[in-house]
């Protein structure tokens, strides 16, 4: 019998990580279904296929509520190495971030909730690692959204702030207020020409001025 192949994008990609990912090698599939024309250019030197702008199938199998509350949500960015090696210069981006969201939230009276990626499968991390992390810098105390859906905890916050997590990407094509923090705008590029949007993308390590940004 003739079968079909439809593949989905699960993450966006750049030349680094597709020539990480492939290593010059060809994959074939009838149907593509990409988030972006900017990821099509990309996954086009690889992928042998008929590609079609679908946006996130996963973001978009996902029905949207409005159920705000009085949270800030950070897009945890952890990884298990960072729990033996703190050598690393994004867990210095990753405290001085979230440590600045908490005092925010103390001023202002929000809840500070941390989306861990511990929730996700594919991962294969341990979520008692990741919040053990998190306390080991972390003064006041904070949620987490472990065992919930990442989107819908992203529905229920003010604003959600990350690095350059796929999450802040789909939450942002979900309507929702976003704010990427990008202290090293070389190692974590802006997709999509969001570096034109000035009130959600910032690259200062400037803790007044984020404050402002999250204000608005």
Not at 17 to 44: E, Q
């Amino acid at each position: 019998p003739n079968i079909t192949c439809i593949c989905y994008q699960f993450g966006y990609v750049t030349d680094k990580t597709a020539k990480k990912l492939y290593k010059n090698n060809k994959f074939f599939c009838d149907y593509f279904l990409a988030f972006h024309k900017d990821d099509i250019k990309i996954l086009k030197k690889n992928i042998i296929s008929k590609f079609i702008g679908a946006g996130s199938i996963k973001n978009n199998s996902i029905p949207k509520k409005n159920d705000k509350k009085k949270y800030i949500c950070f897009i945890s960015e952890y990884k298990k190495i960072y729990s033996n090696n703190t050598r690393f210069q994004k867990i210095k981006y990753i405290k001085f971030i979230v440590n600045c969201i908490a005092e925010f939230c103390k001023k202002n009276k929000y809840k500070l909730l941390i989306a861990l990626r511990s929730n996700r499968i594919d991962k294969n991390m341990s979520h008692v690692d990741e919040i053990k992390f998190y306390k080991s810098f972390l003064k006041d105390d904070f949620s987490t959204n472990f065992n919930k859906n990442s989107y819908k905890v992203g529905e229920k916050c003010f604003v959600s702030i990350g690095i350059h997590s796929n999450l802040c990407y789909e939450l942002l094509a979900r309507g929702e207020k976003v704010f990427f923090i990008n202290l090293n705008k070389n190692l974590y590029p802006p997709m999509y020409n969001i570096r034109k949007k000035k009130l959600i993308f910032f690259e200062k390590k400037n803790k007044k001025q984020i404050f402002i940004k999250i204000k608005k």
